[in-house]
């Protein structure tokens, strides 16, 4: 990649990675909106639509003949994009209990960090071997770095939720229950961090599809669109676990009835609103590792869409409130927290340029290069 279209490529795929993670924010406020819907119900019919209703319509309408492609990219393929969408899923129902119990920013952080070390982990992992050792450095420092600022707002938080406990001997007992209800979200957390990350996995091992795509489009249908395919059969399997396991608990709870209860048309919009919001946050997120390039895109791709989600989430919990009654001590770590994770985004960012720049002088150009050079 010369150094025009770097200096192009590269801050294109690092602001599509921002729109991602804003739509990412986004969706998890309809938690804290909720008048009739439970959590469950929420989900449900949030992951119903970013699943099953909307990207059939988009891909159809971007990649005509994209059922032929899922065929022909092999059973074992689509067997491990849709247990990767599975555990996605299961990722999104530990998520909205931790987020529910934690609040967004510590939420975020423990559930974003698990998931940078497995994704992208496992993404760089995958095409290490075409990667550039200076790339590779700076690109392991912008992770490290990254991983640090998680634990910064991480620990942020645990000093805020410390602060908002109880204090005395007579509230012993609203204390336990709340250092309880604290383990309990950790562990959701904790969970969910690994599960949220198998999307990251499924992208990876997606690759097949996309061939399969562009195979039977030719010429006329550029990669980028092609990648959109791989979100099928990903989708498929998360759209499963939600509905085996929301599902579930709605019938067992009763809470099913919460959509058709008096005054839940609102909760009803709220939520496949978010629905479609999600479903542009991961569309965003696979047109940036397209830009950011073969080598790296992935693994980078993932680890700027979990850092500025981080950010987005950090200037949503400080406009809901979350950390107007912390103390100066606790802001302040939170905000070291913002500035590492920006760090990390610019670390991260030099890393891929460094890389484009190995790719442009080995004459091995990614994607997004063929792609534009073909076209002029």
């Not at 007992?173 to 690994?194: D, E, N, R």
């Not at 998360?238 to 809470?255: C, E, K, T, V, Y």
Request: with cysteine; proline share 3%; charged share 10%.
């Amino acid at each position: 990649m010369g150094l025009t279209l770097a200096l192009i490529h590269i801050p294109l795929g690092i602001a599509l990675a921002v729109g991602s993670a804003v739509a990412a924010g986004l969706f998890g406020l309809q938690y804290t909106t909720m008048r009739r819907y439970t959590v469950s119900n929420a989900s449900f019919l949030s992951v119903i639509v970013a699943t099953i209703i909307v990207p059939p319509i988009f891909v159809s309408i971007m990649c005509p003949g994209w059922p032929q492609a899922i065929q022909e990219a092999g059973w074992q393929a689509n067997v491990i994009m849709m247990l990767c969408g599975f555990g996605w899923g299961l990722g999104a129902i530990t998520y909205a209990y931790g987020f529910n119990i934690l609040g967004m920013a510590l939420a975020a952080a423990l559930i974003k960090g698990i998931s940078i070390a497995v994704g992208s982990g496992y993404a760089l992992s995958k095409n290490i071997d075409s990667v550039d050792q200076g790339a590779l450095q700076w690109t392991l420092g912008g992770l490290a770095i990254l991983l640090a600022g998680t634990a910064l707002g991480g620990l942020a938080g645990v000093m805020r939720e410390k602060e908002m406990e109880p204090a005395g001997g007579t509230e012993n007992a609203p204390k336990s229950k709340t250092t309880g209800m604290f383990i309990i979200g950790m562990v959701s957390c904790l969970v969910s961090g690994v599960f949220s990350a198998c999307v990251a996995l499924g992208w990876t091992e997606g690759q097949p599809v996309s061939d399969a795509m562009t195979k039977i489009a030719g010429e006329g249908l550029e990669t980028w669109k092609a990648d959109f395919v791989r979100w099928i059969p990903i989708y498929f399997g998360g759209f499963l676990s939600i509905f085996i396991f929301m599902g579930g608990a709605m019938i067992q709870s009763g809470a099913w009835r919460n959509f058709s209860a008096p005054g839940s048309g609102r909760d009803f919009t709220v939520a496949s609103s978010m629905g479609a919001v999600h479903f542009c946050a991961h569309l965003t997120f696979g047109l940036s590792t397209f830009f950011l390039g073969a080598a790296l895109g992935d693994s980078v791709g993932f680890a700027l869409h979990i850092a500025l989600a981080l950010l987005v989430a950090a200037g949503i919990g400080f406009y809901n409130g979350e950390w107007a009654t912390a103390s100066k001590k606790a802001t302040s770590w939170i905000g070291a927290s913002i500035v590492v994770l920006i760090l990390a985004v610019v670390v991260l960012a030099y890393g891929t340029f460094v890389q484009s720049q190995h790719e442009s002088g080995s004459g091995t150009e990614s994607p997004a290069v063929q792609a534009e050079t073909s076209e002029s």
